[in-house]
């Protein structure tokens, strides 16, 4: 084990051999990155190490060289990775990093100036994005105030739009981080376009999407009225990118889309005629992937989220009866609609019948849910008590539209009738 005079004498050394290499002595910029890749490397080691690093003010060293304009690229890479290593074992370690030393904070100062200084790295873009998550994770001084937070999401915003798809992912994830930590007022309509535009340049790369929309959810949690500008705003068409992305063969990104949908629509109706609105089939999608056999537990659960949020909320009667007929197609065969989803249809259809008049009217709608009432029947796999509790409200359903149709067809006979009686 290192003792704590040795780590001085490294961190001694390394300010030594910088000011001479920065001074014009270019061929120790190597040795420097070395001793930084050592102090970090120790800082990652133990927590003991790590502290006696913090109490020889390695890490102010190291952040001179990250502050600095114009500085070797290599070295900065290594002092960058260095100080995230520092921050690894939790607040402890972490706080020293972030304290308003050098009289900045390194958050919503240092990040943005190595930004600017050095755009054409990916690699520090990276290790800038895995600094600022450890941040968040550790330190509340980077909230202290909401010009602070704003200023860290001003530059993520930035690395959102990144050529680098890791670097848009890392940023998603500290975006993520930002609305948890940040409450309401961290959340801005800019950063939920800027999250939006993101998945549409992740095309190649399912895994880096998933972090845009566990952030989008974060953000629909705080913000009900940024919620509603997201769902109706057409030129974002955020409900069809969520719609294309959910096409896409990969279980956890799908379980991302459909939490975040989740989220936007928990406020209220209006969120849910929004996504009504847009005319596109996201609850049957949705439908589907619950359906699925190949589903993973987390996005059934999930999608059965979305579904109880969703059914019971809606007003649109024909897309309400249309999920009784969506089916998961597999190999093996096709998946029908479990007991659950079906109440929970049966239940909305009732409560639209008796509430809204026009439905009443709907005669092809009528008959068309009374045939898949009908010959609906609850799958074989579900308990016998959630089976009765259909039957009973495929019962209700069907004494409720029997006289209506019956009416409709005597009416349509006489009709008929007379027609043939005038010959017309």
């Not at 996201?282 to 619950?290: E, G, K, N, P, S």
Request: charged content about 20%; aromatic content about 4%; hydrophobic content about 45%.
């Amino acid at each position: 084990i290192l003792e704590k005079e040795k780590i001085e004498v490294l961190v001694k050394r390394f300010d030594e051999l910088l000011v001479r290499a920065q001074d014009g002595e270019l061929q120790l910029f190597p040795d420097c990155e070395c001793l930084a890749m050592v102090l970090g490397y120790l800082g990652w080691h133990s927590k003991e190490l790590c502290q006696a690093v913090l109490q020889a003010k390695g890490h102010i060293s190291l952040l001179k060289v990250v502050q600095a304009e114009n500085t070797d690229v290599p070295l900065q890479r290594a002092c960058l990775g260095a100080v995230a290593n520092l921050c690894v074992h939790g607040t402890e370690t972490a706080k020293p990093v972030f304290g308003d030393h050098l009289g900045v904070n390194p958050m919503s100062k240092v990040l943005p100036g190595l930004v600017k200084t050095l755009p054409p790295d990916a690699i520090l873009r990276r290790l800038s994005c895995r600094l600022v998550a450890l941040g968040l994770d550790a330190s509340s001084s980077v909230f202290s105030s909401l010009s602070r937070a704003l200023d860290v999401l001003k530059w993520l915003r930035l690395m959102l739009l990144d050529d680098d798809a890791l670097v848009r992912r890392n940023a998603a994830g500290c975006v993520w981080a930002c609305f948890l930590r940040g409450g309401p007022e961290s959340v801005t309509m800019e950063t939920l376009e800027m999250l939006v535009q993101s998945i549409t340049l992740s095309e190649s790369k399912p895994e880096c999407k998933i972090n845009m929309f566990l952030a989008i959810a974060e953000a629909a949690t705080r913000r009900a009225d940024l919620s509603l500008q997201l769902l109706k705003d057409e030129q974002i068409s955020c409900l069809r990118v969520f719609m294309q992305v959910l096409q896409e063969d990969h279980s956890w990104l799908q379980a991302a889309i459909v939490l975040a949908l989740s989220k936007l629509i928990a406020h209220g109706a209006d969120h849910i005629a929004a996504v009504e609105a847009s005319g596109l089939a996201l609850t049957d999608a949705i439908l589907v992937l619950y359906l699925h056999p190949k589903s993973s537990r987390e996005l059934k659960k999930v999608s059965l989220a979305y579904l109880k949020a969703f059914i019971p909320m809606t007003n649109q009667g024909r897309q309400l009866v249309g999920l009784l007929s969506v089916k998961a197609h597999t190999k093996k065969g096709s998946n029908g609609i479990t007991c659950e989803v079906s109440m929970l249809v049966m239940q909305r259809f009732v409560y639209i019948y008796h509430n809204n008049p026009a439905i009443r009217e709907d005669i092809p709608l009528l008959k068309e849910t009374f045939k898949k009432a009908e010959f609906l029947r609850p799958p074989i796999l579900d308990d016998d008590e959630a089976a009765e509790r259909l039957r009973e409200q495929i019962a209700s359903v069907k004494t409720l539209l029997r006289p209506v149709l019956r009416q409709h067809a005597n009416s349509t006979a006489s009709v008929m009738e007379l027609q043939s009686t005038a010959g017309l």
